[in-house]
T-cell receptor, first 116, second 113 residues
């Protein structure tokens, strides 16, 4: 069974450009999470979805960030316009709920973003 | 708010030896899950082990085991027979009734040959 798939694995862009990160969750998982990891702030939850519906986007840093989940097998995180301080590793994770509790979150390999 | 604390920013161990990584958490909930994730230099987050709070038996996965002390809100990870491939950042994480994972700041483990 394939794990969480993210693309691209690396992205280098210039300030002001639009960046789109993509994620395919594990089949059958109904929760999808987007995280950002930096040295300064550690792992931060940006947003998460349940059954394709955004549940909590309180971690999204500002309006330049947006996330969508048009169907159960695909999600995007978009940054427009990008800034150097957005440079980080962005992770997607998925999980399901069992017996009232969220099951283990499985992480994708991450996208390493560098904004020049 | 729930918090997870890893008090050891860095640890080192000799190959084949045993090392224990500490984690404490703060919660008023009675039912929850605890996790240890490993992040090697590749940056991939890999699940190492999981513990359900309602289970008294400590979880084990091959060379990895936990010491779960619910009353003390402590969840340490023991790595036996350490291998060079165990070198990584290790994150302790907690989840309760909501879907969110609360992570500690991590412990960097170095394995010396």
């Amino acid at each position: 069974d394939a794990g969480v798939i993210q693309s691209p694995r690396h992205e280098v862009t210039e300030m002001g450009q639009e960046v789109t990160l993509r994620c395919k969750p594990i089949s059958g998982h109904d929760y999808l999470f987007w995280y950002r990891q930096t040295m300064m702030r550690g792992l931060e939850l940006l947003i998460y979805f349940n059954n394709n519906v955004p549940i909590d986007d309180s971690g999204m840093p500002e309006d330049r960030f947006s996330a969508k989940m048009p169907n159960a097998s695909f999600s995007t995180l978009k940054i427009q316009p990008s800034e150097p301080r957005d440079s980080a590793v962005y992770f997607c994770a998925s999980s399901s709920r069992l017996a009232g509790f969220i099951e283990t979150q499985y992480f994708g390999p991450g996208t390493r973003l560098l904004v020049l | 708010a729930q918090t997870v604390t890893q008090s050891q920013p860095e640890m080192s161990v000799q190959e084949a030896e045993t090392v224990t990584l500490s984690c404490t958490y703060d919660t008023s909930e009675s039912d929850y899950y605890l996790f240890w994730y490993k992040q090697p230099p590749s940056r991939q987050m890999i699940l190492v082990i999981r513990q359900e709070a309602y289970k008294q038996q400590n979880a084990t996965e091959n060379r990895f085991s936990v010491n779960f002390q619910k009353a003390a809100k402590s969840f340490s990870l023991k790595i036996s027979d350490s291998q060079l491939g165990d070198a990584a950042m290790y994150f302790c994480a907690w989840t309760g009734g909501s879907e969110k994972l609360v992570f500690g700041k991590g412990t960097k483990l170095t394995v010396n040959p």
